[in-house]
T-cell receptor, first 116, second 110 residues
């Protein structure tokens, strides 16, 4: 199998606070993980690519200081939304690519963030 | 930047009808994937098409990759309410990065 989990599945926070979202590959090692954002009734937009042991690569228009990504192990990547604002409310989805095997990305179940 | 245009954006049909979703790009992709996503969940891979002109069938779903590997279609025969969901195409480009189309929201009414 290739199972990816995310925690929490949903979170509500106050404006100005920071929120950490975890993405774990449960039964495989992932050298690369990806973070996507999906606004209501829209498609997935890639935010950043997270490589184990190195700095994340951010897509154009994504603030690296606002969306902190850490990929400290082969099974865990975290996304921290710092000083969250209502416009950051979205569905955040991670995916993981198996180390050294093909190019398929396995998607997590997503985390719904609501910033009040 | 590689862009994928998906059409239609929304589709509401009666159970038993057929439908086709299109995914078009001006760019060539090494392969193309189709996903289905339920509300509040992550996308689930349905199929990957790799070769130009390739046709793959998954029960009542037929996927086709264009000869030039720039476009793809998903055809559903005799749609059922259980087919309701968001269908996403994604082109696999350089570095095996995914570029998602805008999605097609399908509702099949009983």
């Amino acid at each position: 199998g290739a199972v990816v989990s995310q925690h929490p599945s949903w979170v509500i926070c106050k404006s100005g606070t920071s929120v950490k979202i975890e993405c774990r590959s449960l039964d495989f090692q992932a050298t690369t993980m990806f973070w996507y954002r999906q606004f209501p009734k829209q498609s997935l937009m890639l935010m950043a690519t997270s490589n184990e042991g190195s700095k994340a690569t951010y897509e154009q228009g994504v603030e690296k200081d606002k969306f902190l990504i850490n990929h400290a192990s082969l099974t865990l990547s975290t996304l921290t939304v710092t000083s969250a604002h209502p416009e950051d409310s979205s569905f955040y989805i991670c995916s993981a690519r198996k180390a050294g095997v093909g190019n398929e990305q396995f998607f997590g179940p997503g985390t719904r963030l609501t910033v009040l | 930047t590689q862009l994928l245009e998906q059409s239609p954006q929304f589709l509401s049909i009666q159970e038993g009808e057929n439908l086709t979703v299109y995914c078009n790009s001006s760019s060539v992709f090494s392969s193309l994937q189709w996903y289905r996503q339920e509300p509040g969940e992550g996308p689930v891979l349905l199929v990957t098409v790799v070769t130009g002109g390739e046709v793959k069938k998954l029960k009542r779903l037929t996927f086709q990759f264009g000869d030039a590997r720039k476009d793809s279609s998903l055809h559903i025969t005799a749609a059922q309410p259980g087919d309701t969901g968001l269908y996403l195409c994604a082109g696999v480009g350089a570095g095996n990065m995914l570029t998602f189309g805008g999605g097609t929201r399908l509702m099949v009414k009983p």
